[in-house]
Protein backbone atom coordinates (compact mmCIF):
# COMPACT_ATOMS: atom_id res chain seq x y z
CA UNK A 1 0.00 0.00 0.00
CA UNK A 2 2.87 2.29 1.01
CA UNK A 3 4.28 2.07 -2.71
CA UNK A 4 0.87 2.50 -4.11
CA UNK A 5 1.14 5.85 -2.15
CA UNK A 6 4.28 6.92 -3.68
CA UNK A 7 4.99 9.99 -1.21
CA UNK A 8 3.44 11.04 2.20
CA UNK A 9 2.79 14.49 3.75
CA UNK A 10 4.81 16.83 5.76
CA UNK A 11 5.55 14.90 8.97
CA UNK A 12 4.01 11.50 7.46
CA UNK A 13 5.62 8.97 5.51
CA UNK A 14 3.27 7.10 2.48
CA UNK A 15 4.17 3.56 5.50
CA UNK A 16 1.88 5.49 8.21
CA UNK A 17 -0.71 6.67 5.94
CA UNK A 18 -0.88 3.20 4.74
CA UNK A 19 -1.41 1.80 8.30
CA UNK A 20 -3.32 4.38 8.99
CA UNK A 21 -5.79 3.38 6.20
CA UNK A 22 -6.14 -0.30 6.83
CA UNK A 23 -6.23 0.75 10.21
CA UNK A 24 -9.40 2.75 9.91
CA UNK A 25 -10.83 0.43 7.17
CA UNK A 26 -9.79 -2.32 9.78
CA UNK A 27 -8.08 -4.81 6.62
CA UNK A 28 -7.40 -4.87 3.21
CA UNK A 29 -11.35 -6.34 2.50
CA UNK A 30 -12.74 -3.31 4.44
CA UNK A 31 -10.44 -0.97 2.59
CA UNK A 32 -11.57 -2.44 -1.09
CA UNK A 33 -15.18 -1.84 -0.15
CA UNK A 34 -14.48 2.03 1.40
CA UNK A 35 -15.74 4.61 -1.20
CA UNK A 36 -13.62 6.99 -2.62
CA UNK A 37 -14.93 9.84 -0.69
CA UNK A 38 -13.78 7.85 2.75
CA UNK A 39 -10.65 7.32 1.77
CA UNK A 40 -10.23 10.73 0.59
CA UNK A 41 -11.15 11.85 4.25
CA UNK A 42 -7.81 10.24 5.34
CA UNK A 43 -5.00 12.55 6.00
CA UNK A 44 -2.75 12.69 3.27
CA UNK A 45 -4.71 10.71 1.02
CA UNK A 46 -6.69 13.33 -1.02
CA UNK A 47 -9.25 12.14 -4.33
CA UNK A 48 -6.64 11.46 -6.61
CA UNK A 49 -4.82 8.55 -4.56
CA UNK A 50 -7.98 7.29 -3.48
CA UNK A 51 -9.38 6.94 -7.42
CA UNK A 52 -5.73 5.03 -7.48
CA UNK A 53 -6.70 2.94 -4.14
CA UNK A 54 -9.71 2.07 -6.15
CA UNK A 55 -8.14 0.96 -9.19
CA UNK A 56 -5.34 -0.97 -7.77
CA UNK A 57 -8.57 -3.11 -6.79
CA UNK A 58 -10.30 -3.28 -9.47
CA UNK A 59 -7.27 -4.13 -10.96
CA UNK A 60 -6.76 -7.26 -9.21
CA UNK A 61 -10.49 -8.21 -9.27
CA UNK A 62 -9.82 -8.36 -13.43
CA UNK A 63 -7.34 -10.05 -13.18
CA UNK A 64 -8.51 -12.96 -11.20
CA UNK A 65 -11.49 -12.75 -13.99
CA UNK A 66 -8.88 -13.07 -16.51
CA UNK A 67 -7.68 -16.00 -15.42
CA UNK A 68 -10.43 -18.19 -14.58
CA UNK A 69 -12.24 -17.11 -17.83
CA UNK A 70 -10.48 -19.58 -19.85
CA UNK A 71 -11.53 -22.33 -17.92
CA UNK A 72 -14.83 -24.47 -17.95
CA UNK A 73 -16.82 -23.28 -15.11
CA UNK A 74 -17.12 -27.21 -13.74
CA UNK A 75 -16.75 -26.38 -10.26
CA UNK A 76 -17.45 -24.24 -7.22
CA UNK A 77 -14.29 -22.94 -6.86
CA UNK A 78 -13.79 -21.56 -10.65
CA UNK A 79 -17.21 -19.53 -10.03
CA UNK A 80 -15.16 -17.97 -6.83
CA UNK A 81 -12.29 -17.46 -8.27
CA UNK A 82 -14.41 -15.52 -11.03
CA UNK A 83 -16.99 -13.53 -8.85
CA UNK A 84 -15.85 -13.77 -5.18
CA UNK A 85 -13.46 -10.52 -5.11
CA UNK A 86 -15.93 -8.50 -6.70
CA UNK A 87 -19.27 -10.37 -4.99
CA UNK A 88 -17.11 -10.27 -1.70
CA UNK A 89 -16.84 -6.33 -1.75
CA UNK A 90 -21.10 -5.88 -2.79
CA UNK A 91 -22.76 -4.24 0.97
CA UNK A 92 -25.84 -5.86 -0.46
CA UNK A 93 -26.80 -9.21 -1.98
CA UNK A 94 -26.46 -9.75 -6.01
CA UNK A 95 -27.86 -12.91 -7.81
CA UNK A 96 -26.48 -13.45 -11.20
CA UNK A 97 -27.35 -16.19 -13.51
CA UNK A 98 -23.84 -17.61 -15.40
CA UNK A 99 -24.87 -19.09 -18.73
CA UNK A 100 -22.47 -21.39 -20.07
CA UNK A 101 -22.35 -23.36 -23.68
CA UNK A 102 -21.90 -27.22 -23.65
CA UNK A 103 -18.67 -27.02 -22.71
CA UNK A 104 -19.16 -25.44 -19.46
CA UNK A 105 -17.47 -22.15 -21.18
CA UNK A 106 -18.87 -19.02 -19.81
CA UNK A 107 -21.40 -17.20 -22.52
CA UNK A 108 -22.39 -14.54 -20.53
CA UNK A 109 -23.97 -13.33 -17.16
CA UNK A 110 -26.57 -10.93 -16.26
CA UNK A 111 -27.69 -9.62 -12.34
CA UNK A 112 -31.12 -10.89 -12.09
CA UNK A 113 -32.19 -9.12 -8.76
CA UNK A 114 -30.47 -7.01 -6.26
CA UNK A 115 -31.53 -6.93 -2.69
CA UNK A 116 -30.83 -5.65 0.97
CA UNK A 117 -27.96 -6.95 3.04
CA UNK A 118 -29.51 -10.09 3.43
CA UNK A 119 -32.53 -10.70 1.34
CA UNK A 120 -32.90 -10.61 -2.41
CA UNK A 121 -36.18 -11.24 -4.73
CA UNK A 122 -36.42 -13.00 -7.73
CA UNK A 123 -38.80 -15.21 -9.93
CA UNK A 124 -37.50 -18.11 -11.69
CA UNK A 125 -38.78 -16.73 -14.92
CA UNK A 126 -35.75 -13.79 -14.44
CA UNK A 127 -33.06 -16.49 -14.14
CA UNK A 128 -34.33 -18.50 -17.17
CA UNK A 129 -34.70 -15.55 -19.78
CA UNK A 130 -31.18 -14.56 -20.21
CA UNK A 131 -30.52 -18.25 -20.69
CA UNK A 132 -33.06 -18.67 -23.00
CA UNK A 133 -32.14 -15.72 -25.13
CA UNK A 134 -28.53 -16.41 -26.22
CA UNK A 135 -29.30 -20.15 -26.57
CA UNK A 136 -27.39 -21.31 -23.36
CA UNK A 137 -27.38 -25.19 -22.37
CA UNK A 138 -26.96 -24.50 -18.74
CA UNK A 139 -26.75 -21.96 -16.16
CA UNK A 140 -24.97 -21.35 -12.61
CA UNK A 141 -27.08 -19.25 -10.34
CA UNK A 142 -24.54 -17.09 -7.83
CA UNK A 143 -25.32 -14.84 -4.87
CA UNK A 144 -23.27 -13.71 -2.07
CA UNK A 145 -24.52 -13.17 1.44
CA UNK A 146 -22.63 -9.39 3.09
CA UNK A 147 -22.61 -11.12 6.28
CA UNK A 148 -19.58 -13.25 5.01
CA UNK A 149 -21.36 -16.57 6.04
CA UNK A 150 -22.17 -18.52 3.15
CA UNK A 151 -24.86 -21.02 4.47
CA UNK A 152 -28.46 -20.97 2.78
CA UNK A 153 -31.37 -19.84 3.82
CA UNK A 154 -34.57 -21.53 4.30
CA UNK A 155 -35.76 -18.91 1.53
CA UNK A 156 -32.48 -19.78 -0.38
CA UNK A 157 -33.62 -23.23 -0.58
CA UNK A 158 -36.68 -23.03 -1.21
CA UNK A 159 -35.91 -20.16 -4.66
CA UNK A 160 -33.59 -23.11 -5.26
CA UNK A 161 -35.76 -25.77 -5.75
CA UNK A 162 -38.58 -23.49 -7.60
CA UNK A 163 -35.72 -23.24 -10.14
CA UNK A 164 -35.04 -26.60 -10.32
CA UNK A 165 -38.19 -27.26 -11.43
CA UNK A 166 -38.69 -24.42 -14.12
CA UNK A 167 -35.58 -25.07 -15.56
CA UNK A 168 -36.21 -28.95 -16.00
CA UNK A 169 -39.60 -27.81 -17.89
CA UNK A 170 -37.26 -25.58 -20.09
CA UNK A 171 -34.99 -28.87 -20.52
CA UNK A 172 -31.86 -26.44 -19.02
CA UNK A 173 -29.50 -27.47 -17.76
CA UNK A 174 -29.30 -26.05 -14.17
CA UNK A 175 -25.96 -26.50 -12.95
CA UNK A 176 -25.70 -25.66 -9.22
CA UNK A 177 -26.23 -23.06 -7.23
CA UNK A 178 -23.64 -21.20 -5.62
CA UNK A 179 -23.52 -18.76 -2.13
CA UNK A 180 -20.56 -16.38 -1.96
CA UNK A 181 -19.35 -15.16 1.65
CA UNK A 182 -15.98 -15.01 3.22
CA UNK A 183 -13.54 -18.16 3.80
CA UNK A 184 -12.54 -19.50 7.36
CA UNK A 185 -9.77 -21.50 8.65
CA UNK A 186 -13.23 -24.29 9.07
CA UNK A 187 -15.11 -23.46 5.81
CA UNK A 188 -14.58 -22.68 2.29
CA UNK A 189 -15.71 -19.00 0.97
CA UNK A 190 -18.94 -20.90 -1.04
CA UNK A 191 -21.77 -22.72 -0.53
CA UNK A 192 -22.94 -25.39 -3.12
CA UNK A 193 -26.17 -26.98 -3.54
CA UNK A 194 -24.71 -29.17 -6.34
CA UNK A 195 -21.73 -30.35 -3.66
CA UNK A 196 -24.52 -30.64 -1.02
CA UNK A 197 -27.00 -32.70 -3.24
CA UNK A 198 -29.82 -30.92 -3.59
CA UNK A 199 -29.08 -30.28 -7.59
Known amino acids: MAILLRTGTAGRSAVEIADELIGRFQSLDGLARADVRDLARVKGIGRT?????????????????????????????????????EMRLLDYESLRVIVLDTRCRLKGSKEVSRGTVNETTAHPRD????????????????????????????????????VREAARLLQVKFLDHIILGKPTDTRPGYYSFRLAGYL
Open 49 to 85: KAVQIKAAFELGTRWARDRAEALPMDSPELVEAFWGE
Open 127 to 162: VLEPVVLVRGYGFILVHNHPSGDPSPSQADHRFTLQ
